[in-house]
């Protein structure tokens, strides 16, 4: 049809709005602060004399306190926001009324909320990891398990965002007693959270075992990813059943 956007500019269209409505000062500030906090952590453990294996500290350091709170959180803050924040003070319809399909806006925001969440990430992840001098096993380990999370929890809260008024509180939820409390209590509650597949790849990569991160390293990096896809088409399919003023 004459005048439809392409998909390929429509995923660059709706990366450009939704970029720069989720960069803010005050955002990018606390979670600078949040990342600065949990690497300053991991330094101090890491000058620490009482370490007797500094893998395996390094490892249940990053996988208690990155893993539960930086990565997921970071993602949560963005992520519903990409469209949420769009959705409930009615920006969407500036998108929505652009001759092009849905999912491409989807995908959009998906990009733009990885775009801040992975460097926000993944430079306290890599400071962290060298600082508790756990070795070259444990960057990688970390590396790979943070882009991988922050891929599948994006994608899972930019759903959210659509799906939900206060996401970020249900998100917040979500991270703090399905993934904190309940998937503890058994593997099959752990297969139905993203911090169990990171779990899995720290465990993979290292040889430390952690709790609940039994999985082998492929189903630690493809499960997740095919969650990320899997949300996204949820969203794509939401987004065209949305009645957007």
Sequence with gaps: MSGVVPPS?????????????????????ALLLVGAATAAIAVAVGAS??????????????????????????????????????????????????????????????????????????????ISSVAVDGGNNLVTAT?????????????????LGLMLKNSIVWGLGYVMIWEGLIAAFGSFAAKLAIRGYTRSILTS??????????????????VPVFVAAAALVLAGARLRAMDVD
């Design 9 to 29: 500019r429509a995923v660059q269209l709706a990366y450009g709005i939704v970029l720069r409505q989720l960069v803010t000062r005050a955002r990018i500030a």
């Design 49 to 126: 004399d009482d370490r007797r294996d500094p893998l395996e500290t390094g490892v249940q350091l990053i996988s208690s306190l990155h893993f539960t709170l930086l990565v997921p959180i970071i993602a949560l803050v963005f992520a519903t926001a990409a469209l949420g924040d769009m959705r409930e003070d009615g920006t969407l319809v500036y998108l929505w009324l652009r001759p092009m399909d849905r999912w491409p806006i989807v995908v959009g925001a998906w990009l733009a909320s990885i775009t801040l969440s992975l460097p926000l990430t993944i430079v306290p992840l890599v």
């Design 143 to 159: 590396v790979l398990a943070g882009v991988v999370g922050v891929i599948a929890y994006s994608a899972l809260f930019v759903l």
């Design 205 to 222: 990569i290292t040889d430390v075992d952690l709790d609940l991160g039994d999985l082998s390293l492929t189903v630690g990096v493809v």
